[in-house]
């Protein structure tokens, strides 16, 4: 496993969110729930965001960003401790990775990916860490 991993996602003139992903299919690279999260009104931004945390994820790992391994990344919000809202707060949920197997078999059961995105008006970047698990952790 690599220290860190990032990813850039480029979006510039992109409309649709099958766009990003070329030939593979949406179904595969993104998870039902990250779908249901993305449809309703997200911007290509958005998906392009979380594709990037999924990229950043796969390289931190050393993987190659298959339809299959992207599809076994997930990169949802997730309340902060301070913030235990269901629903979005003022200030955003940061995304929180979920690893599907065989992927999550890759990470020691005591540490914990984390993902960090950020946006320009045309590109996604989003790198990757492994650290220790935090008591907060032990929720998700």
């Known amino acids: 496993m690599n220290r860190w991993g990032s990813a850039l996602v480029s979006f510039a003139g992109l409309t649709r969110p099958q766009q990003l ?25 958005h998906w392009a965001g979380r594709l990037a945390g999924k990229r950043a994820v796969l390289r931190l790992l050393g993987l190659p960003p298959t339809a299959e391994r992207l599809g076994q990344v997930e990169v949802l919000p997730r309340p902060t401790p301070s913030c235990r809202a269901t629903s979005a707060c003022r200030d955003g949920h940061p995304p929180a990775v979920r690893l599907a197997a065989p992927l999550a078999e890759l990470v020691r059961p005591d540490r914990r990916v984390r993902v960090s995105i950020s946006h320009t008006s045309e590109r996604a970047l989003a790198v990757a860490i492994c650290s220790t698990r935090l008591p907060e952790d032990e929720e998700t």
Not at 23 to 44: I, K, Q
């Open 21 to 45: 992903v070329g030939g593979m299919r949406l179904e595969e690279v993104y998870t039902a729930a990250e779908r249901v999260r993305s449809t309703g009104g997200a911007s290509v931004q």
